[in-house]
């Protein structure tokens, strides 16, 4: 098996399920979930995810290619690996999410929703990752998960990452990391959710986070020259080569309120083009639904994810401020 995206969306298992080359041993786990383990001592452990979102397919062009090289002996592998597909069926379709967002789902949540293909791919990654983590890991073995996005909006940082509540300090390679992988921003959740990376840093101590690497479009309409830092960086990783210099220390933003469409009533006050990190000043109404208003309360909030279409009880939008930085420093 030498194209882990293409024997994913065939929709069958690969005829020969294991392998090795000169530098690892791989096994095929199910469809989208593959482990690869170097036949060196590892280093330590990473889940590397795309395609929990099926219409974000850069990040899996990136991943497969990585994989492949990887497959093909042409690269070393000095960590333990875990590589995911996550959503096969809407990247069949090209759809963000067929009937649920699965980015919405992890932690037990698919329990929460109706039997169908989503809820039973959440249970089986978080299945896979608690099978990789617990089964082969040193206890102090380092854990990273790292889950490639791109973003719907347009956004005035074309890069960046979303790390979940933690209430232990991030690891500083890892933050070393993705200064050198191209991050711009990063932005610090407050509040527990239901996406892969706050589930595996809740249930596994594992550092996570989510990059969004850049704009969503479909299969062989992306530039990958967009993503060379961190493609470059994920490489380095991966082999154990020196990573690249980071180009610059990400600006940093903390959550500091939800939007949440409760009703049919719900109403975003922005249009179809506003940026993610587009900033509001106090007292603007962002969103309303029925009675329940949400207003910007610090003197600048930033927006991010705005999004008015999500089902209910789920998040339109996320506010935030800038860490370490005056106001007017803020994108307008």
Same mark, same amino acid.
């Given at each position: 098996?030498? /194209?882990?995206?293409?024997?994913?969306l065939?929709?069958?298992?690969?005829?020969?399920?294991?392998?090795?080359?000169?530098?690892?041993?791989?096994q095929?786990?199910d469809?989208?979930?593959?482990?690869?383990? %170097?036949?060196?001592?590892?280093r330590?452990?990473?889940?590397?995810?795309a395609?929990?979102?099926g219409?974000?397919?850069?990040?899996?062009?990136?991943?497969?290619?990585l994989?492949?090289a990887l497959?093909?002996?042409?690269?070393?592998?000095?960590?333990r690996?875990?590589?995911? $597909?996550g959503?096969?069926?809407? $990247?069949? =379709?090209?759809?963000?999410?067929?009937?649920? /967002?699965?980015?919405?789902?992890f932690?037990?949540?698919?329990?929460?929703?109706?039997?169908? /293909? !989503?809820?039973?791919r959440?249970?089986?990654?978080?299945?896979?990752?608690?099978?990789f983590?617990?089964?082969?890991?040193?206890? /102090?073995?380092?854990?990273?998960?790292?889950?490639?996005h791109?973003?719907?909006?347009?956004s005035w940082?074309?890069?960046?990452?979303?790390?979940?509540?933690?209430?232990?300090?991030?690891?500083?390679?890892f933050?070393?990391w993705?200064?050198?992988?191209?991050?711009?921003?990063?932005?610090y959740?407050?509040?527990?959710?239901g996406?892969?990376?706050?589930?595996?840093?809740?249930?596994?101590?594992?550092?996570?986070?989510?990059? !969004?690497?850049?704009?969503? $479009?479909?299969?062989?309409?992306?530039?990958?020259?967009?993503?060379?830092?961190?493609?470059?960086?994920?490489?380095?990783l991966?082999?154990?080569?020196?990573?690249?210099?980071?180009?610059?220390?990400?600006?940093?933003?903390?959550?500091?309120?939800?939007?949440?469409?409760?009703?049919?009533?719900?109403?975003?006050?922005?249009d179809?083009?506003?940026?993610?990190?587009?900033?509001? %000043?106090?007292?603007?109404? $962002?969103? !309303?639904?029925g009675?329940?208003?949400?207003?910007?309360?610090? =003197?600048?909030?930033?927006?991010?994810?705005?999004? %008015?279409?999500?089902?209910?009880?789920?998040r339109?939008g996320?506010?935030?401020?800038?860490?370490?930085?005056?106001? !007017?420093?803020? %994108?307008?």
């Amino acid at each position: 098996m030498h /194209d882990f995206l293409q024997q994913t969306l065939s929709g069958e298992a690969p005829r020969q399920r294991c392998g090795e080359t000169p530098w690892l041993r791989w096994q095929w786990h199910d469809h989208g979930i593959l482990q690869l383990d %170097p036949l060196s001592d590892p280093r330590q452990a990473l889940v590397l995810s795309a395609g929990i979102h099926g219409n974000e397919t850069a990040p899996v062009e990136i991943m497969n290619s990585l994989i492949g090289a990887l497959l093909r002996g042409e690269m070393a592998l000095r960590h333990r690996v875990l590589a995911i $597909l996550g959503n096969p069926a809407a $990247l069949r =379709a090209n759809k963000r999410y067929l009937r649920h /967002d699965v980015n919405r789902l992890f932690g037990g949540r698919w329990q929460q929703i109706d039997d169908c /293909d !989503e809820a039973r791919r959440a249970l089986r990654l978080e299945q896979a990752i608690e099978a990789f983590w617990l089964q082969g890991c040193k206890e /102090d073995q380092p854990r990273w998960h790292l889950d490639l996005h791109t973003a719907i909006r347009g956004s005035w940082h074309t890069r960046f990452g979303v790390l979940p509540l933690n209430p232990q300090p991030w690891p500083d390679a890892f933050l070393h990391w993705l200064a050198a992988a191209g991050l711009e921003a990063l932005v610090y959740h407050t509040a527990p959710g239901g996406t892969f990376t706050h589930f595996s840093c809740a249930t596994f101590n594992a550092a996570s986070c989510t990059l !969004e690497l850049g704009k969503a $479009l479909p299969f062989g309409a992306n530039d990958l020259t967009q993503f060379a830092a961190a493609q470059q960086a994920l490489t380095a990783l991966l082999s154990g080569a020196p990573l690249p210099a980071p180009q610059q220390t990400p600006r940093r933003y903390r959550v500091v309120q939800q939007i949440t469409r409760l009703s049919e009533r719900f109403k975003l006050h922005m249009d179809a083009e506003t940026r993610n990190f587009t900033a509001f %000043p106090q007292g603007t109404l $962002l969103a !309303e639904d029925g009675e329940t208003q949400y207003v910007v309360q610090q =003197a600048r909030e930033c927006v991010l994810f705005p999004n %008015p279409g999500v089902a209910l009880g789920l998040r339109a939008g996320l506010m935030l401020v800038e860490e370490g930085a005056p106001a !007017e420093a803020l %994108p307008r």
